[in-house]
């Protein structure tokens, strides 16, 4: 009997161990995942940000390109300025799309942590 007390308290012991090992454990989880959760949704705010900044310089691009071509075609401009707004244009084109491209895998990271489908 004072044997099989002591195991009892030894496994009460553990038991409380335990207990206090997993709630540590949750606490740890449920910080991790708040953490996840604010620094996606803080990629996904600053994404459209950068959507919408590449978008207006796409069109900005778009009309210096419009505009070289019309100097050019009217002989007051150089086939370099010309290539070098057209070049400048197809840059923007490409951050504009990446952006788009970005903003989706944000939101898509944003949705599978919040276990939105």
């Known amino acids: 009997p004072i044997f099989s007390s002591f195991r009892d308290r030894a496994r009460t012991q553990q038991a409380k161990i335990a207990f206090e090992q997993a709630k540590t454990q ?30 207006s310089n796409l069109k900005l691009a778009e009309r210096i390109e419009g505009k ?28 504009y799309l990446q952006a788009m491209i970005d903003v989706m895998n944000k939101k898509a990271t944003l949705d599978k942590l919040t276990n939105k489908k």
């Open 68 to 95: 070289q071509q019309i100097k050019f075609k009217e002989g007051l401009s150089t086939s370099f300025e010309f290539t070098e707004a057209q070049r400048q244009l197809y840059t923007a084109q490409q951050n």
């Open 26 to 55: 949750l606490t740890e989880t449920e910080q991790r995942l708040k953490l996840q959760f604010q620094q996606a949704k803080t990629d996904y705010e600053y994404s459209i940000e950068q959507y919408s900044a590449s978008k």
